[in-house]
T-cell receptor, first 118, second 112 residues
């Protein structure tokens, strides 16, 4: 159980393109989803926390107009990288936490999306 | 603020060797502690967790004990396999269940 599907797994596109990444909880309802960014051989950096039906909370230094997050339902959150540039190339990972989960409940991670901007 | 410190890698071991990856944390209150594993090109998988002091999490031969007195959650395995080669992340989550705070990750490479 507790499967999180992330799509696409790999995308290559030209500079200036906007890219949408989907994160779906397949067998549970997720009130909270998290978006992380991971640079090569480094740890995950939290970008934003999204709660279903409300605006995402962005971490300091993350441009909310650049990284648009929508959490329209209990099973789907999307991250759109607008007007992507080479410096946005990275591995983006989403995670989801179930309804009524508290600190002891783990987040369930998607397999990540490798974004390469040419 | 809360933080997690992991031993620097990479860790290189022969098959069947004993593994320890050190993890210490700084947190207010009583965090939950986790170990996640990331295989090449994949997302993170929960390996084990502990939610209170003296709890021992275990899975797939790995184990870690929540030590409040030393603020540690070291990962151990008695006999590693080549298939254990991956990056291991220690993480904590506060009682409110806010986002995980990760250590920098430790790369484990096991050779046959």
């Amino acid at each position: 159980g507790a499967v999180v599907s992330q799509h696409p797994s790999w995308v290559i596109c030209k500079s200036g393109t906007s890219v949408k990444i989907e994160c779906r909880s397949l067998d549970f309802q997720a009130t909270t989803m998290f978006w992380y960014r991971q640079f090569p051989k480094q740890s995950l950096m939290l970008m934003a926390t999204s709660n279903e039906g409300s605006k995402a909370t962005y971490e300091q230094g993350v441009e909310k107009d650049k990284f648009l997050i929508n959490h329209a339902s209990l099973t789907l959150s999307t991250l759109t990288v607008t007007s992507a540039h080479p410096e946005d190339s990275s591995f983006y990972i989403c995670s989801a936490r179930g309804v009524a989960a508290q600190g002891g409940q783990p987040q369930h991670f998607g397999d990540g999306t490798r974004l390469s901007i040419l | 603020g809360d933080s997690v410190t992991q031993m620097e890698g990479p860790v290189t071991l022969s098959e069947e060797a004993f593994l320890t990856i050190n993890c210490t944390y700084t947190a207010t209150g009583y965090p939950s502690l986790f170990w996640y594993v990331q295989y090449p090109g994949e997302g993170l998988q929960l390996l084990l967790k502990a939610t209170k002091a003296d709890d021992k999490g275990s899975n797939k031969g790995f184990e870690a004990t929540y030590r409040k007195e030393t603020t540690s959650f070291h990962l151990e395995k008695g006999s590693v396999q080549v298939s254990d080669s991956a990056v291991y992340f220690c993480a904590l989550s506060d009682q409110a269940g806010t986002a995980l705070i990760f250590g920098k990750g430790t790369t484990l490479s096991v050779s046959s």
